[in-house]
Each structure stands twice: as C-alpha cells, then as structure tokens.
C-alpha cells in the first residue's frame, strides 16, 4: 500500500521529518510531493492555501481518504512498523491529543520563525513518477 505526502518543502522541520521518513521507509510506503510543486499538487486537487492547514497524507488505492495537520501526522505513524502501539496510546491519554492539536497548529503556524527556512525546496529521491502519478 502506498500513500502521498504532501509536504513544505522549503521549511526545516518538514524537511528533517521527510528524510527520516525516508530513512525509516525507504520509499516503500511513502511517496513525497513538496507543496510547492503546484502542478503536482493540482493533480491531486490540492491548492497551495490548502497546504496552510498542514502536512496531508493521500492514500495511493483511494485518493479521496485524505488526512491533514495533526491527523496526517498520527496516520503516518501509525503505518510505520510498530507505530500503531505509540499512536494508539497517545490517543488513548485524556486531553493528550487536544494538546498535540493545539501545538501542531502552532508549529505549523510558526515554522519558518522557529526552524529556519530553506533558500531551496527540497525534493525527495522517494517522490511520486514525475511527481504527478496517481
């Protein structure tokens, strides 16, 4: 199974997260499509003020189950090797995903302040087929 992120590729933070993704994966899962891409991301009919609300992971088999922010986040790690056993508590802790929504927005609303911003938009090796294919 495979699923797309959708990521800043021009933010710091964003970019250390994908390449440990694509350390821990090895593209075998994930797939990755920088948000700056805009002809790869209305492919899949998504606008640059739709990244604003964060990372967004795409399920490759059924484009329509889409998950973003925080809840990209979680589903991402829950896919990866034992990561459901981490995920599962963290959601299962009273109050404890309310908090994690609430500081998730506030990175993504202040990354660039708090972890620098690239000169140039990283792209992965572990990108979609031209960036594009469904």
Not at 89 to 110: E, F, I, T
Request: proline share 4%; with cysteine.
């Amino acid at each position: 199974m495979n699923y797309y992120v959708v990521y800043d590729g021009n933010c710091n933070l964003c970019v250390t997260l994908v390449r440990l993704l694509e350390t821990l994966d090895q593209g075998k899962i994930f797939h990755y499509i920088p948000m700056q891409d805009e002809q790869a991301i209305a492919h899949w009919d998504i606008t640059p003020q739709g990244c604003e609300l964060g990372v967004i992971l795409i399920d490759a088999k059924e484009p329509q189950r889409r998950w973003q922010g925080s809840d990209a986040a979680e589903e991402i790690g829950r896919l990866l090797p034992l990561g459901s056993i981490f995920v599962d508590a963290y959601r299962a802790l009273p109050g404890v995903k309310w908090v994690g929504d609430r500081v998730y927005a506030q990175v993504r609303d202040h990354r660039y302040t708090l972890f620098g911003q690239r000169s140039c938009t990283y792209h992965s090796p572990y990108k979609t087929a031209q960036g594009t294919s469904r």
